[in-house]
């Protein structure tokens, strides 16, 4: 059983689910059967745009979680290290999410077998207010009239409160400096086969969740799930497989397309980068927020290395340091870009590292099994 189409049989799970709601199916299969403490996942805020983590302990509170949220770039990695490392627990996580996750398991920030794994396939999010702005201008739209949105053949699509859509070339909003994070455009990974299962629609038949099965401990969960009730299966075929690895291998061409394009055509020169770091005020918030950064006491902190207030930061102490301590590790998760202040193309300049470290060593930051060659030991543990 490696490849499968599923679906819900729970009624009010299809009612709000993307596909066929085997994802929601199999966490509430997890939750009531007692193997996990609780569900990690995202729930809709206000609008489709705001995303929130949810920690669900109940089928109630699951349930409130169905559907892909595409605006909401948020990884939940750094939660579980920080707050739920003691819990057993299921996660939904897209790739660069698991990327991150291996990389804290590896640092020891937590134990791979107190969580299990459900993967969702990823083609891009969308920055919040860029997405707004683009369904305005492009679309002629309200977006708070938007229900949903989704990126299938070769257009992104939104889908209205009237129940009809609207559809734009993804490459002719892309050009235009909208649509997917520009380190999403970049993305390699579409498929995470780390997860125990990689849930998606690629190439299944209309309303089910094609599953990729990658662990033992993967199928365990499917079968589980289809024993006591909680989904429907039927298998998918050579044809549809087929498919799916089609896209997925249109997908990683176009990404590496966009890598030559950002990382070499357009990368900023030396002097660029210079005048960009220069406007950096060290306000450690992309270091706060990557998934990788996570030393028990930051160098960044130590007393001879700080500058009085009086001065300009002086950039190769923040970047130079943050660069050489986690750059060979950055999984291109874009956020470290989408919070600073100064709007410095920071992920540009540290996937560029890795992917020549990846190139030079055959380490990929997230996938590669075993420590980064060149792993420091007083960095094993995580911050408690
Ligand atoms: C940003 C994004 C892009 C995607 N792109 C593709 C794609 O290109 N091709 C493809 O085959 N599939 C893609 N998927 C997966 C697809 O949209 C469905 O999630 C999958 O098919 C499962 O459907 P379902 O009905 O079983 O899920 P549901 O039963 O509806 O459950 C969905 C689960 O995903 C969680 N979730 C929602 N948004 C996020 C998020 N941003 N991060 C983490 N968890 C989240 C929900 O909380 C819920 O637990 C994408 C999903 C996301 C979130
Ligand atoms: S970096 Fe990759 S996995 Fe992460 S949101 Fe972007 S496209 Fe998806
Ligand atoms: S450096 Fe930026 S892109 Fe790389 S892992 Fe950290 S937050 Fe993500
Ligand atoms: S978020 Fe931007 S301004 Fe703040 S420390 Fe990082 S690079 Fe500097």
Redesign the pocket.
């Known amino acids: 059983m490696k490849y499968l189409q ?1 679906k ?1 049989t729970d009624e009010e ?1 299809l009612k ?10 199999i ?1 509430l299969s997890l939750l009531e059967e007692d193997k996990v403490d609780g ?1 990690l ?3 809709k805020g206000d609008d489709v745009y705001d ?1 929130i983590p ?1 920690y669900s302990k109940t089928r109630e509170e ?1 349930l409130e ?6 605006c ?3 990884m ?1 990695s750094y939660l579980i290290a920080q707050y739920l490392k003691d819990e057993r627990i299921a996660v ?3 790739a660069c ?1 698991l990327m991150a996750i291996d990389e804290i398991i590896k640092r020891k920030g937590m134990d791979r077998d107190n969580v299990f794994v ?1 993967g ?6 969308v920055n919040p207010l860029t997405a707004e702005k683009m369904i305005e201008l492009f679309y002629d739209v309200d977006p708070s009239r938007v229900v949903s949105e ?3 053949k070769g257009n992104f699509i939104i889908e209205l409160d009237d129940d009809t859509t609207k559809e734009v070339k993804i490459d002719d909003l892309e050009d235009e400096g909208f649509g997917r994070r520009q380190n999403c455009q970049r993305c390699e990974l ?1 498929i995470p086969r780390k997860a125990d299962i990689a ?6 038949s209309k309303g089910y ?2 599953i990729e099965v990658n662990t033992e401990r993967g199928e365990q969960i499917v079968q589980d799930a289809i024993d006591k009730g909680y989904i429907e299966c039927k298998e998918a075929s050579e044809k549809q497989i087929a498919i ?1 690895s089609k ?1 997925e291998n249109v ?1 990683i061409k176009m990404a590496k397309k966009k890598q030559k394009t950002q990382l070499e055509k357009e990368y900023p020169t030396t002097d660029e980068i210079h005048s960009y770091l220069t406007r950096c005020i060290k306000c450690y918030r992309c270091r706060d927020v990557c998934p990788i950064c996570n030393c028990k006491v930051c160098s960044l902190e130590k007393e001879q290395l700080q500058q009085p207030d009086t001065e300009e930061p002086d950039p190769l102490l923040m970047h130079g340091i943050r660069m050489s301590h986690m750059a060979f590790s950055c999984i291109n998760c874009g956020q470290c870009q989408d919070v600073c202040p100064m709007d410095i193309p920071l992920v540009k300049m540290y996937q560029k590292i890795q992917l020549k470290y990846r190139d030079a060593t055959g380490y990929i930051a997230g996938t590669s099994d075993g420590k980064i060659p060149m792993f420091s030991g007083e960095k094993e543990e995580i911050a408690e």
């Open positions: 599923a819900a799970i709000n689910s993307e596909n066929g709601g085997a994802v929601t199916a966490l569900v996942n995202l729930k995303g949810a699951l979680t169905s559907g892909s949220l595409h909401a770039p948020i939940t939904t996580t897209k999410d459900i969702l396939n990823c083609g891009g999010t989704e990126i299938s579409k849930c998606g629609n690629w190439g299944s969740t094609f799916r896209i997908m």
